[in-house]
Each structure stands twice: as structure tokens, then as C-alpha cells.
């Protein structure tokens, strides 16, 4: 028998003792060894479950218990999940966690420390929830060189993006709806703004190119600012807005990497992934485009990975598994302002006609984009590729002659 600990009891973590108790018979079969919950850590109480008794306040009673091999942390955040995780590994116990936070800023460390201490450190649930994509990556496409990683990362902001499409429902009405549905928290920052989807591309291009690629170096944005009227001129370009978290490798060896919403062609694999449905298109050299596709959050799926990867810790306790990469610095990613992409631009002006000869001369490769029901002094129009720097400089020099830009959104090549 394996004894193990689940640190947190909130939505993860009841899935988790959830899906151990009551798949107990299962699960040891495809361990080879029964699993046992010894503690679960939680500062609340929970007089009425049937493990009352295995609860603790302390984390030092699954620390100094020596009998405990194996260590969920499904707390979320870095504080103090960092610590208590950092102290199992140091002490030799394995640790799988759902916590993407925890695993884009800290993994490097994390990953050295069970290095060092011949334990294991896994994360399946850190991205994709119950989608499978850090065990297929790291295994099944071993034999591919990863050109590109993109994907919708985020239900939350899928959701809404629908919503919009869908409905013509406006941003915020979209997004009351997500909260009280329960796809979004009552802050729901982390989502609209970009963060969580910019937290599992980190992830992803840390697995896939061997270097830790952290939050504060990629380009992030969010959806907070695309309105009915982008959706409308997406629809009437042949398409849908997606958040999209994307990285590539380029010729140097630095990583292009994004979170930005885009323009996606009806035609992409990505297109059609709506509601609060994730989708993770990897592109191989040998395999060309594998797309992973489910639930990217939800208490049971994402309790599922939390348990395979126990079960993958104890059937590999006395032999570590090799999953990782080294530290990265700002140095390996290339500067935003250097990516080469093509544009929409929505736009306002008392001469339109004339702004829109002006936007000519400023970008290369301008073609007009018109829609049904679009206000008078609105005008849009997509560019050729250009550099990001070139096309922020463009942007201001029509603002400097009275031209108000009211939108300026990625053209994706996927």
C-alpha cells in the first residue's frame, strides 16, 4: 500500500479524494499497488465527510511522515503552494500538481530539485485539465522536432468569444453569464486578461524547446477590449476571433511566443472550438498537425490527470521519469516588437475616404473590409505581414493625423 496526501479540498481537490476513493479498485490494478489517502491538508473543516479523520491544518504532519510517498497539491496559487511543494521534493517525496501558476514560474527549480532528490514532478493537469498533452508530448511526439504550438487555452474567455459570435451578446453581458454559469470567477482577471492561457503556453514551449520561458517575458492581452463590432467584421473577413496562445521556434533558436486574440480562418482546426472547449494543435516535423481537444477545466476532468499522474508517481517511486528542462532567461525569446504578422484595423474618421488613402501609404499590402450595418464614420481594412514595431508606428502616425484606431487585432496563419 501507497500512502499518499492531497493538499487542498476546494473543487480539485474533492475530485481528487473523489475519483481515489471511489475508483480505489481500479486504480490500484493500473498502479500495481493500492493507494491510500493518509491526509488531506485544508485549513477548513469538514465534520461531515467520510475522511473527517484524515484532515490536518499542518502541513508538517505529511512533511515529516515517512510513509507518505506521494503529494498532490491542488491548493492553486504560489504562496504557499511553492514552499510546501519545494519541502516534499526536498524531502524526497514525488509531487504531481494542477497548478499552472506554480508550474510557469517555479517549474525549472521544481524540476531540479526532484531531479536532485530522484522524485518526480508532474503537472499533466497544469494545462489542459483532463486533456491529455504534457504525457503526449513529452512521450508519444518524442520523435518530432515541435515547430509550433498554438490553442485555445482558456473556457472562459471560449466561452464568452461565442457568446459574442454566436449571439451578438456584448462583452459584458457575455461575461456576467460565464460567472454565474460558474465558468468565471467573480475576479475573473486571470482569464479575460490573458494570464491563465499565457501561463500554459509557457508551460507548453518550456516542455517542447528545453528552456523555462516565464509569464513576464511573453506578450500577453486579453479579450477585454474586442467588441461587437470586431466580431462582426471577423465574420465578414470569413472567420471568428479566438484567444490564441501561440509559440514557435525560430532559426535562431529564440522562441516566438503570444497570447493575443486573432483572427482565425473558418477553415482552422481552431475555428470550430466553441463554449468553454479547449484545443491544442501541436505541429510536428514527422506528424504534422495533432489537435487535443476536450474540457480544459471542471472539477472531474481535471481531477482525472491530478490521479493518473499519482498513479504514474507510484508505479515509478523507485525510478524517476524524465520530464523537465533547464532554467531560461528574457534573452530566449524574441522581442514582440520583431514578429512579423498581418493586421485588422478598425477605424473612425469624418473623411473616411481619405483615411483610408492614408492607411495605404502608412501599411503594406492594405485591403479594404466592409460589413453590413457598420456606422458611418467606420472603416476597416486588413494589412500584409509587416513588423510589429512597423505597424505601431503606422497606428500613430494615422492618430497623429486625426484618424482615431478604435481596434487593431492578429491575423493568425493558422
Known sequence: MVQVAVMGHGVVGSGVVEVLTSHAESIAKRAKEEINIKYILDIREFPDSPLADRFTKNFEDILNDEEVKVVAEVMGGVNPAYDFVKR????????????????????????????????????????GG???????????????????????????TNFILTKMIREQ?????????????????????????????????????SLAYGKHIYPDYVNTKGITEITLDDVLYADAWGGVVKLIGQVKKLADGKVDITVEPMFIERSSQLAGIDDVFNGILVRGDATGDVVFYGK?????????????????????????????????????????????MSVYVRAESNNTKLAFEKATEL??????????????NEFAFTTGDMKESDIEKAIKALEDNGIKVLSKIRISDL
Open 363 to 376: 501599411f503594406i499590402g492594405v485591403k479594404p473590409l466592409t460589413r453590413n450595418g457598420a456606422k458611418e
Open 88 to 127: 516534499c521534493l526536498q524531502a524526497g517525496k514525488s509531487v504531481v500538481t494542477s497548478n499552472k501558476e506554480l508550474v510557469a514560474k517555479k517549474g525549472a527549480e521544481l524540476l531540479a530539485i526532484a531531479q536532485e532528490k530522484n522524485a518526480n514532478f508532474l503537472f499533466e493537469a497544469s494545462v
Open 169 to 205: 451578446m456584448p462583452f459584458a453581458d457575455a461575461l456576467k453569464m460565464a460567472q454565474e454559469l460558474g465558468y468565471a470567477e467573480r475576479n475573473p482577471k486571470a482569464d479575460i486578461e490573458g494570464d491563465d492561457a499565457c501561463r500554459k503556453i509557457c508551460i507548453l514551449a
Open 296 to 340: 480544459g477545466a471542471g472539477k472531474l476532468p481535471t481531477a482525472s490527470a491530478v490521479v493518473a499522474d499519482i498513479i504514474d508517481c507510484v508505479k515509478h517511486l523507485s525510478a524517476r521519469k524524465y520530464l523537465g528542462w533547464a532554467d531560461g532567461s528574457e534573452s530566449d525569446v524574441e522581442p514582440y516588437a520583431n514578429t512579423i
Open 130 to 156: 483532463g486533456i491529455p498533452i504534457i504525457r503526449p508530448m513529452s512521450q508519444c511526439l518524442a520523435a518530432n522536432d515541435v515547430i509550433e504550438i498554438a490553442g485555445i487555452l482558456n473556457g472562459t
